[in-house]
Structure formats: structure tokens, C-alpha cells
T-cell receptor, first 113, second 113 residues
Framework: DQQVKQNSPSLSVQEGRISILNCDYT??????FLWYKKYPAEGPTFLIS?????DKNEDGRFTVFLNKSAKHLSLHIVPSQPGDSAVYFC????????????FGGGTRLMVKP | NAGVMQNPRHLVRRRGQEARLRCSPV?????VYWYRQLPEEGLKFMVY????????ESGMPKERFSAEFPKEGPSILRIQQVVRGDSAAYFC???????????FGSGTRLTVV
């Protein structure tokens, strides 16, 4: 049973436009959510996070939105740049779970020049 | 200030051999996590260790797989009698104790021939 799902395996966006990556979760114990970016042949790198007490967190071009009632979060990248082309993983953590992260399957973002 | 170091980067083993994957966490990090990424899939949690203790091994197969994080030295993920289905990228992450601090290594790509 997948507790964290990214239903879009890939997304193609024009440079300068907005990229919206979506993530759904089922475990109501999750209280901390993160997005990671991964380039080929490299490990994932932390991008942005959000606690369940918030519904939005912004860092430069990246904004994460959390809708707890819908158990849904999204990552917005504005404006998208070709260097943003990578696989993006959504991850979730539950307090008391030793900071173990549960990952979604990833979405491959391609930003076209 | 080195990040998480994993070696080897690539490992080829014949069916039935043993694979040993090493992970040196970020200096000062006492939490180590191993994840596996099968081709075209997301990151699957395997095991969570603190110094000399296995905290959670719920994602690790009961047979042939073992992990340790000794008082001195790197964390080791050992796979005995490898089979073709073990071919994957194995990522190690370390943390000082909170989700934001998760740092991943570049991974070890295991190929079983």
C-alpha cells in the first residue's frame, strides 16, 4: 500500500512558465512533508519542506502548498528553468517515526527552453 | 565538510555472491537510513540505524539482507547470495535527528549478472 503517491510520472513545461507537481498521502499521522530533487546518477537533494501546522511555505522560486483535509500537497516552481529538469520526490514523515521518510514514486519534470 | 560518502559507486556481482555497501554519514550525524530504488520506481525505505542499534528494519527483506552501524566506522549494508532482483540503486542518508537534516549519498548501483 502506497502511503505517498505521485500520480504523474512525468511533466513537461515551457521555460518561464509555472510547474506544478502534485502529491497525495493516505496516512493521517504524517505531519511533516518534504520535496527532494534528483538528477541522474546522484542522490536526492532537499528542496523545501512544510509542517502540518502551515498551509504554505515559500523559498525563492519554490512554494509548497499543503491541504490537510484533502491529504494533498503540491510544489510550484515559478518561473521554471531548464536546470529544474530532474525527478522530484515528495516525502512524508510522522512524529515519533524516527524521522523515517516515506517517498512517493517521483515525477520527472522536463523544462523546455 | 564532506557529505554522505557511499562506496563503491558501482558494484557488479554474480548471482550467489555477497555484496557489501558502505556508507559514511555526515560528521556529527548519528542517524543512518538505507533506501533502495528499483529501476523506474521511487525510493523504498529499508532500514534505520543509530550507532550500534537497528531502530527500524521493517523495509528490509528478512532473508539475505543485514545492516549495521558500528561504534567506529561506516554503516554497512550486506546482501548475501545476491539474485538478479537485487539489482538496484542503494542510497544511504544521514540525519542529526530531524527530517530537514536528511542528507543523501550519491548511491551505490548494484548490478547482479
Amino acid at each position: 500500500d502506497q502511503q505517498v503517491k505521485q500520480n504523474s510520472p512525468s511533466l513537461s513545461v515551457q521555460e518561464g512558465r509555472i510547474s506544478i507537481l502534485n502529491c497525495d498521502y493516505t496516512n493521517s499521522m504524517f505531519d511533516y512533508f518534504l520535496w527532494y530533487k534528483k538528477y541522474p546518477a546522484e542522490g536526492p537533494t532537499f528542496l523545501i519542506s512544510i509542517s502540518s501546522i502551515k498551509d504554505k511555505n515559500e523559498d525563492g522560486r519554490f512554494t509548497v502548498f499543503l491541504n490537510k483535509s484533502a491529504k494533498h500537497l503540491s510544489l510550484h516552481i515559478v518561473p521554471s528553468q531548464p536546470g529544474d529538469s530532474a525527478v522530484y520526490f515528495c516525502a512524508a514523515s510522522a512524529r515519533g517515526a524516527g524521522n523515517m521518510l516515506t517517498f512517493g514514486g517521483g515525477t520527472r519534470l522536463m523544462v523546455k527552453p | 565538510n564532506a557529505g554522505v560518502m557511499q562506496n563503491p559507486r558501482h558494484l557488479v556481482r554474480r548471482r550467489g555472491q555477497e555484496a557489501r555497501l558502505r556508507c559514511s554519514p555526515v560528521k556529527g550525524h548519528s542517524h543512518v537510513y538505507w533506501y533502495r530504488q528499483l529501476p523506474e520506481e521511487g525510493l523504498k525505505f529499508m532500514v534505520y540505524l543509530q550507532k550500534e542499534n537497528i531502530i527500524d528494519e521493517s523495509g528490509m527483506p528478512k532473508e539475505r539482507f543485514s545492516a549495521e552501524f558500528p561504534k567506529e566506522g561506516p554503516s554497512i549494508l550486506r546482501i548475501q547470495q545476491v539474485v538478479r532482483g537485487d539489482s538496484a540503486a542503494y542510497f544511504c542518508a544521514s540525519s542529526p535527528g530531524f527530517p530537514d537534516g536528511y542528507t543523501f549519498g550519491s548511491g551505490t548501483r548494484l548490478t547482479v549478472v
